[in-house]
């Protein structure tokens, strides 16, 4: 079992900065990536960022260049870094973590909401 708990949500006007952490605790070992995801109302969740247990990161397009995605594995934690936000990115955040040991499994985060006024 791998637990996330997700921080640092808020409220932010447009062009402000947010950084979410996501601490992972259980059976850290078998992470092979960590990752954040986002959920619009109304919409699917969708991928914003990844990053694998070698530091290989990925992007989703709109966040390119504004997000930036690293880890502390000293602290097991993973943090999304978000300058020049935009009203669009208002969602819920959740993290994510895809682990291996015996079967591939994936655990979810609680979710943090991040509301970009315009």
């Known amino acids: 079992q791998v637990q996330l708990v997700e921080s640092g949500g808020g409220l932010v006007q447009a062009g402000g900065s947010l950084r979410l952490s996501c601490a992972a605790s259980?059976?850290?070992?078998?992470?092979?990536?960590m990752g954040w995801y986002r959920q619009a109302p109304g919409k699917q969740r969708e991928l914003v960022a990844t990053?694998?247990?070698?530091?290989?990161?990925n992007y989703a397009d709109s966040v390119k260049g504004r997000f930036t995605i690293s880890r502390d594995n000293a602290k097991n934690t993973v943090y999304l870094q978000m300058n020049s936000l935009k009203p669009e990115d208002t969602a819920v955040y959740y993290c994510?973590?895809?682990?291996?040991?015996?079967?591939?499994?994936?655990?979810w985060g609680q979710g943090t909401q991040v509301t970009v006024s315009s």
């Open positions: 990053i694998t247990s070698t530091g290989s990161t």
């Open positions: 994510n973590a895809d682990t291996f040991y015996s079967a591939r499994k994936v655990y």
């Open positions: 259980g059976i850290i070992f078998t992470i092979t990536s």
